[in-house]
């Protein structure tokens, strides 16, 4: 492959080398033997700005319980505020998508929340920078199955989305943060964030696609969100909606699980779990359901978070 390879990766027994912003999480339950066509994908679960690991799990949960092994891109102010932080994250990730034996080669699923549209597009534009070769980046491009953006921010939400996640939504901190960051925007050379934004916004890969946002969500844009849903589909692309009227930002799994697993997990399509031949609904807590007690099964399987 025609490509900068910065440094070695190589596999502990905890899974792929990442960097330090990213977790290996592999799904827990036994899947199916991969073969030709039909490979589990691996979910690049890409977090908002202050979002944790332990937070992110919750995600990680969506797909794993289709037998998704994922990874999650915990995403710390730092990495928004200054890009190039983000992109040596997304560097370094994308070594080891190509290099690592668990990922090397295996289809993808991007699925973007909030900021994490901005560190989706940084994958996609390192991508660009290191894979000189055309026919490696279309290849890199066609393993993506599906995307699934769950209340994406683009560049002009970046004060309120970095300020409310900091400090909280609506405080008087989270106000001066704000009008600070628009200042310091305002003072500096903005390309980098364009870049990622404009790459977000072509997403080469054309993959099918499901957004999942809020009408009353002040930090992701709702006519953001269907302006560019409305260019993808011209274009031809699949893409699905979830629109809940009520829920806060980044908690539209807590608002409407059943709804919100229903949606990723039709989107994605396929179950790869061993034993898994319907698309379950239920988080890997819940417990089985039972003849003896269907009422307590269902209540079990309600999503915790």
């Known amino acids: 492959m025609a490509r900068v390879v910065r440094r070695a990766l190589s596999s502990g027994p905890r899974g792929p080398a990442l960097p330090k912003s990213c977790l ?44 998704v092994d994922c990874i999650q891109w915990a995403c710390p102010p730092e990495q928004v505020i200054a890009p190039s932080k983000s992109t040596a994250v997304a560097d370094t990730l994308l070594d080891a998508l190509h290099e690592a034996p668990e990922l090397a080669g295996r289809p993808l699923i991007f699925n973007g929340i909030s900021a994490g549209a901005y560190s989706c597009g940084n994958l996609l534009l390192a991508l660009d920078a290191h894979v000189a070769d055309g026919g490696d980046r279309a290849a890199f491009h066609a393993r993506v199955a599906s995307g699934v953006f769950d209340s994406p921010v683009d560049f002009e939400g970046v004060p309120l989305g970095v300020s409310s996640a900091v400090f909280g939504q609506g405080t008087t901190a989270a106000r001066a943060a704000e009008a600070c960051i ?14 990622s934004s404009a790459k977000f916004h072509e997403m080469a890969p054309k993959a099918p696609s499901l957004w999942i946002y809020s009408e009353d969500d002040v930090i992701s844009s709702v006519a953001t969100n269907e302006e560019i849903i409305a260019k993808w589909r011209a274009r031809g692309d699949d893409v699905e909606t979830l629109v809940l ?11 409407a699980p059943d709804a919100y697993f229903r949606a990723v997990h039709g989107r994605v399509g396929a179950n790869f779990l061993l034993d898994g031949d319907e698309v379950p609904v239920v988080t890997l807590d819940a417990a089985p359901p039972t003849a003896a007690e269907p009422a307590a099964a269902e209540e079990a399987a309600k999503m915790k978070v």
């Open 24 to 67: 290996w999480s592999p799904c827990p339950l036994p899947t199916r033997e991969a073969t030709a066509g039909s490979e589990a994908p691996v979910a690049l679960i890409f977090g908002w700005t202050s979002s944790t690991q332990k937070q992110l799990s919750h995600y990680a949960r969506v797909f794993h319980a289709i037998g």
């Open 182 to 195: 628009n200042g310091y925007l305002g003072l500096i050379d903005t390309t980098a964030w364009e870049a």
């Open 245 to 255: 009227d009520r829920s806060p930002h980044v908690k539209h799994v807590k608002t």
